[in-house]
Nanobody, 117 residues
Protein backbone atom coordinates (compact mmCIF):
# COMPACT_ATOMS: atom_id res chain seq x y z
CA UNK A 1 0.00 0.00 0.00
CA UNK A 2 1.29 3.43 -0.86
CA UNK A 3 2.32 5.50 2.15
CA UNK A 4 2.96 9.21 2.51
CA UNK A 5 5.09 11.48 4.64
CA UNK A 6 4.04 15.12 4.75
CA UNK A 7 6.45 17.87 5.72
CA UNK A 8 7.06 21.58 5.42
CA UNK A 9 4.49 22.91 7.86
CA UNK A 10 5.20 25.54 10.47
CA UNK A 11 4.06 28.78 12.02
CA UNK A 12 3.75 31.87 9.86
CA UNK A 13 2.13 35.26 10.06
CA UNK A 14 -0.88 36.15 7.93
CA UNK A 15 0.25 36.89 4.40
CA UNK A 16 3.16 34.50 4.62
CA UNK A 17 3.99 31.47 2.50
CA UNK A 18 4.85 27.84 3.03
CA UNK A 19 5.59 24.93 0.74
CA UNK A 20 4.38 21.53 1.83
CA UNK A 21 5.86 18.29 0.53
CA UNK A 22 4.28 14.86 0.26
CA UNK A 23 6.75 12.06 -0.29
CA UNK A 24 5.39 8.68 -1.33
CA UNK A 25 6.71 5.19 -0.82
CA UNK A 26 5.40 1.84 -1.89
CA UNK A 27 4.12 2.96 -5.27
CA UNK A 28 4.76 5.46 -8.01
CA UNK A 29 2.51 8.45 -7.55
CA UNK A 30 2.57 9.28 -11.26
CA UNK A 31 -0.31 6.89 -11.88
CA UNK A 32 -2.63 8.45 -9.32
CA UNK A 33 -4.71 11.51 -8.79
CA UNK A 34 -3.05 13.16 -5.81
CA UNK A 35 -4.95 15.25 -3.31
CA UNK A 36 -4.07 17.57 -0.47
CA UNK A 37 -6.52 17.72 2.43
CA UNK A 38 -6.64 19.64 5.67
CA UNK A 39 -8.34 19.24 9.01
CA UNK A 40 -8.80 22.10 11.41
CA UNK A 41 -9.56 21.50 15.09
CA UNK A 42 -13.16 20.43 15.56
CA UNK A 43 -13.82 20.24 11.84
CA UNK A 44 -14.01 17.49 9.26
CA UNK A 45 -11.18 16.81 6.86
CA UNK A 46 -11.66 18.82 3.69
CA UNK A 47 -10.24 18.54 0.20
CA UNK A 48 -7.98 21.45 -0.67
CA UNK A 49 -6.30 20.67 -3.99
CA UNK A 50 -6.21 17.99 -6.66
CA UNK A 51 -3.72 17.14 -9.38
CA UNK A 52 -4.36 14.44 -11.94
CA UNK A 53 -1.75 12.18 -13.45
CA UNK A 54 -1.85 14.47 -16.48
CA UNK A 55 -1.21 17.58 -14.41
CA UNK A 56 -4.72 19.04 -14.38
CA UNK A 57 -5.37 20.86 -11.13
CA UNK A 58 -8.40 21.96 -9.17
CA UNK A 59 -8.81 23.78 -5.88
CA UNK A 60 -11.29 24.47 -3.15
CA UNK A 61 -12.82 27.91 -3.56
CA UNK A 62 -11.30 29.00 -0.26
CA UNK A 63 -7.74 28.58 -1.56
CA UNK A 64 -8.10 29.33 -5.25
CA UNK A 65 -5.50 31.80 -6.45
CA UNK A 66 -3.41 31.36 -3.30
CA UNK A 67 -2.47 27.66 -3.24
CA UNK A 68 -0.79 25.75 -6.05
CA UNK A 69 -0.35 21.99 -6.29
CA UNK A 70 2.31 20.42 -8.45
CA UNK A 71 4.12 17.13 -8.68
CA UNK A 72 7.58 15.80 -9.39
CA UNK A 73 6.98 12.26 -10.59
CA UNK A 74 10.69 11.50 -10.74
CA UNK A 75 10.86 12.09 -6.99
CA UNK A 76 7.42 10.58 -6.23
CA UNK A 77 6.62 13.82 -4.46
CA UNK A 78 3.70 16.22 -4.58
CA UNK A 79 3.93 19.78 -3.35
CA UNK A 80 1.51 22.41 -2.14
CA UNK A 81 2.71 25.99 -2.44
CA UNK A 82 0.65 28.14 -0.10
CA UNK A 83 0.76 31.91 -0.46
CA UNK A 84 -1.10 34.78 1.19
CA UNK A 85 -1.88 32.55 4.14
CA UNK A 86 -4.82 33.41 6.37
CA UNK A 87 -5.66 32.41 9.92
CA UNK A 88 -8.41 30.17 8.58
CA UNK A 89 -5.77 28.11 6.77
CA UNK A 90 -4.59 26.83 10.14
CA UNK A 91 -4.94 23.05 10.08
CA UNK A 92 -3.11 19.77 9.80
CA UNK A 93 -2.46 19.09 6.12
CA UNK A 94 -2.46 15.59 4.62
CA UNK A 95 -1.97 14.12 1.19
CA UNK A 96 -3.24 10.94 -0.35
CA UNK A 97 -3.67 9.14 -3.65
CA UNK A 98 -7.00 8.50 -5.30
CA UNK A 99 -7.96 5.91 -7.86
CA UNK A 100 -11.48 5.48 -9.16
CA UNK A 101 -12.68 8.02 -6.63
CA UNK A 102 -11.36 6.00 -3.71
CA UNK A 103 -8.50 6.93 -1.41
CA UNK A 104 -5.91 4.22 -1.84
CA UNK A 105 -3.05 5.19 0.44
CA UNK A 106 -2.43 5.08 4.15
CA UNK A 107 -2.97 8.35 5.97
CA UNK A 108 0.27 9.88 7.22
CA UNK A 109 0.84 12.00 10.30
CA UNK A 110 0.18 15.18 8.39
CA UNK A 111 2.00 18.45 8.83
CA UNK A 112 0.76 21.28 11.03
CA UNK A 113 0.27 24.73 9.54
CA UNK A 114 -0.43 27.57 11.95
CA UNK A 115 -1.15 31.06 10.70
CA UNK A 116 -1.18 33.62 13.45
CA UNK A 117 0.03 37.10 14.21
Amino acid sequence: QVQFVESGGGSVQPGGSLRLSCAASGSRVSIYVMNWYRQAPGKQRELVAIITSGGITNYADSVKGRFFIYRDNAKDTVYLQMNSLKSEDTAVYYCNAVAGGIVVGSWGQGTQVTVSS
